[in-house]
């Protein structure tokens, strides 16, 4: 999915004009709420700190905790608001506007269909990038299906056409890994030809298995043969 870095978000936020509009990018990112889900906060939606999330799309609801930060930004954008007036009065064009001009100011380079949905996305990234399994991922994105979260799992983008650029054009990181494959090729390799063609015994096993040999054939040396012991044999009188 198409997301921005850690460090494109705090640039983003921070090149926002206004606390509303950066009240808008901030609680969208850091609680991957969804366009609608932004636009419909009033100042009742916090209370003691925690944001109640009406879910959309068949979402779940939930109450989570506002950062010390956030929650400072979120009383002073709604000092004067009454309680179910919404934050954020626009539409989602204007707010798409408002992302489109931040990344614009931060010197974002967007990728191709990449808007302010992006932040949601970017908020699942970070997550299992810092470690988060996908049940967690789910919890954060109030997904009912699990099946949902895991698109997450897949590869980015922007990711194959950096690692394909390693690939192909070369570098120190790609020729890194090019020996690296080869010498794991070269490991398996050993070990394919070590199955079909078993290993001699080592020194040990070889001077024990010469000696146990010539015992035996010492052995057998010295028994008399048949014919000797037929010969050796005394005469009845």
């Not at 879910?55 to 954008?77: I, M, N």
């Not at 009065?89 to 408002?98: E, H, N, T």
């Not at 698109?151 to 990711?159: C, L, R, S, T």
């Amino acid at each position: 999915m198409k997301h921005l870095s850690p460090t494109q978000v705090r640039d983003l936020i921070a090149a926002t004009d206004g606390d509303r509009n950066r009240l808008l990018l901030a609680l969208t990112y850091e609680h991957g709420l969804r366009i609608s889900e932004t636009l419909s906060i009033t100042k009742s939606h916090v209370r003691r700190g925690y944001l109640s999330i009406r879910g959309r799309k068949k979402g779940k609801r939930a109450d989570e905790k506002l950062s010390p930060a956030t929650l400072e930004l979120f009383e002073r954008v709604s000092a004067n608001k009454c309680p179910n007036v919404l934050l954020f009065p626009f539409s989602r064009q204007w707010a798409s506007v408002i992302f489109h001009r931040a990344a614009e100011k931060a010197g974002i380079e967007l990728q191709l269909r990449m808007g302010l949905h992006s932040l949601r996305h970017s908020c699942a990234h970070h997550l299992l990038d810092a470690g988060a399994n996908l049940a967690i991922v789910q919890k954060a994105l109030r997904h009912r299906s699990i099946g949902s979260t895991g698109i997450y799992v897949e590869a980015d983008g922007a990711d194959v056409d950096r690692w394909r650029a390693r690939a192909v054009m070369g570098g120190g990181a790609s020729d890194r890994g090019v020996a690296q494959a080869a010498a794991l090729a070269n490991v398996g390799q050993r070990k394919a030809a070590k199955d079909r063609n078993p290993s001699p015994p080592s020194c040990i096993g070889l001077v024990q298995s010469i000696q146990a040999t010539s015992c035996l054939d010492s052995t057998r040396r010295n028994e008399p043969s048949p014919a000797d012991t037929r010969r050796a044999a005394p005469v009845a009188p």
